[in-house]
């Protein structure tokens, strides 16, 4: 006879709530939890909802087709994201850095160019253009990663 340590299987004792959408069932969880997910559902809803209007008020403005709305919320959506990689993802490292360290952007800029990376430089990261191969050793020790890190970070997933 098993004893209820070596059961693998149980009955549980707890309920959960359904999650509807316009009706229809797209989920259960527990009730302590309910609440706080539809919070964030109708607000992200309410977002988009302002984020259409905001474009919709864009393209009216600048004499531009309304059938392109999803298109421009599609690119601001996409601009709004953190970047996960290229160098976009680097310049938001380094800022991150920054905060990490407690300076200000004037002793960061001297912080980088004692690390190899010119101000002139540091200026072209920040602002999105191609990161030199040279610069990934520099980059590597400000941020505390090792070279192939940020190297995987500035060439995204190989697939």
Not at 88 to 104: K, W
Request: proline share 6%; net charge negative.
């Amino acid at each position: 006879m098993m004893t209820k340590e070596e059961s693998p299987w149980e009955c549980g004792m707890g309920f959960y709530v359904p999650i509807l959408n316009q009706g229809e069932l797209v989920g259960i969880c527990k009730p302590e939890y309910a609440e706080e997910i539809l919070e964030v559902m109708n607000e992200q809803e309410r977002l988009r909802k302002a984020l259409r209007l905001a474009c919709l008020d864009l393209l009216r403005r600048v004499g531009g087709k309304r059938t392109r709305v999803n298109d421009l919320m599609q690119k601001y959506i996409a601009l709004a994201e953190r970047p996960k990689y290229g160098p976009r993802a680097i310049a938001l490292l380094l800022r991150e850095r920054q905060d990490q360290l407690q300076v200000s952007g004037h002793e960061f800029i001297k912080f980088c160019d004692i690390h190899k990376i010119s101000p002139e430089e540091l200026k072209d990261i920040y602002a999105g253009k191609p990161v030199d191969n040279t610069l990934i050793a520099p980059i590597a020790r400000i941020l505390g990663k090792t070279n192939i890190e940020v190297q995987e970070i500035l060439d995204g997933p190989n697939e």
